[in-house]
């Protein structure tokens, strides 16, 4: 019976008029009386009852007290709804976020394609200079002295030191039309240059298989990225924007330009980069370590 | 206890009631955990989307509609998105136990909104809102019920693709492109939210008028006297 097609249950069931049952009621109470008589009998599933329920099921009469059971059982079986009624616990509710959190992060690297380009737009498309807003966390100009200003490099690299722009300008220069998106949900298309991550990379000397760049800035800001991303071809380190070096409110003189990650990933007026395999736990990313997720892609 | 049936009169004879199987255990686990976690989504959503409450551009930024703190889950913007990242995986794994289930067992066909139907809606329309004649019942459920139900697989179908494309508009390029760009998931993502909140308080007076025993069934699995054997 439960593979019978709906519609003839439907019929089965429509069938079922008041003169049929009203015929078969006195034999139904005659059953269920006799099986009381023997108690714990088997479910009475009457079987002189046409049609069944909507699920497939035949329509059953049954004692009150074998409906009280059915329920109980059925009511636990729903026992795993509950289980999200954890969130509603306050001890409980972060460590379920921040676990939430992560395995979204962890989905979303997994999902992450090396080779996969973000959309690159036309100068048509891209938006004027003066409507690509300036976005800080604290100051709009941490007031870097762009004449001594040197990049700190550390870490798992062979050639740790200062590094000056113009060794950074040295390398080949990638200029991109993408879309910049902010976390609050407006997104704006700019004009970027810069040189690769992975030319970078590879001027420092760094260790190809480490995980992780951490980054520091002038503002205080700090920024972690996993070295997928660092080595994405669309990854810059970008020191111009518009054909112009980067402005004070923009990051002077270098920043991040990541079309794969979201805008606060994208750090501003860089201090230090460090390559490591151990990420601090409280030192993931300014924002990160208020809640944002760590892995913030696109 | 065999002369328990002897000493029994007839006045006595044990009460027994019928019952009817109409939501199994797959659908009422996806109900619930559904209806949780689209309230979880549409709470958390609200508290993101007034972090930027705009379709338009950020400079000059015009807002859409403001949307009151108290309405929101989440507190800020981050804990919003921690609910809204976590209840995703809830969200869209109910929607799938839910359909595949439907799939698998051909229920769909009592449920799925056909053309068929449409000319079902407006009597049960008239009947449940403008105190209009009961129309005849022969399915499981009325055209009305179909189309609310359909449509909230619907909406749950685009506001699962359009989040794709807000979460991941690089790796989902292609379903980026198929709607319409980045801005247009947004509206559309929205615009399913929208739907929910049409759905949910109609749904909601449905099952206050049609009383206990209705909605004991979505928890139960089994309705006492279900309507079609009157």
Partial sequence: MPDDNPAEIQQRASDDTPENREAEAPQEARESQSQEAAPQGPEEVVAGMPGTGPAGEPIRVISLAER???????????????????????????????????????????????????????????????????????????????????????????????????????????VQNTRHVCVEGWDVIGNFGGTRGSDFLRLIGADASARFLEVECADEYYESIDMATVLHPQTLFCYEMYGQPLDRGHGAPLRLQMPTKLGYKQAKYLNTVRVTNVLRADKRGYWEDQGYSWYGGL | MATTAAVMKPTEVPATVTVSYEHPWAVRIAHWLGAVAVFVMIGSGLRIFRAFPSFGPKIPQQDFVHIPGQFTIGGWLGGALQWHFTFMWIFVGSGLMYLIYQLATGHWRQVLFTPRDIKGVWPMVRHYFLFGPKPAVDMAYNPLQKLAYTSTVFLGVVSTLTGMVLYKPVQFWWLTWLMGGFHYARIWHFAAMCGFVAFIPGHLIMVALHGWNNFYSMITGWKRDPEYLD
């Fill in chain 1, 68 to 174: 009280k059971r059915i329920n109980r059982r059925e009511m636990l079986k729903l026992a795993p709804v509950l289980a999200v009624g954890a969130f509603a616990v306050t001890k409980f509710r972060q460590p379920l976020l921040d676990e939430g959190l992560a395995f979204s992060d962890w989905a979303s690297g997994k999902l992450f394609g090396r080779h996969r380009l973000a959309r690159t737009f036309s100068n048509r498309d891209v938006a004027p200079f003066q409507r690509f807003p300036y976005n800080f966390y604290d100051v709009a100009d941490p007031g870097v002295d762009l004449e001594a200003w040197t990049l700190t490099v550390q870490g798992l690299v062979q050639r740790p030191g200062e590094y000056k722009l113009e060794q950074i300008q040295a390398l080949p220069k990638v």
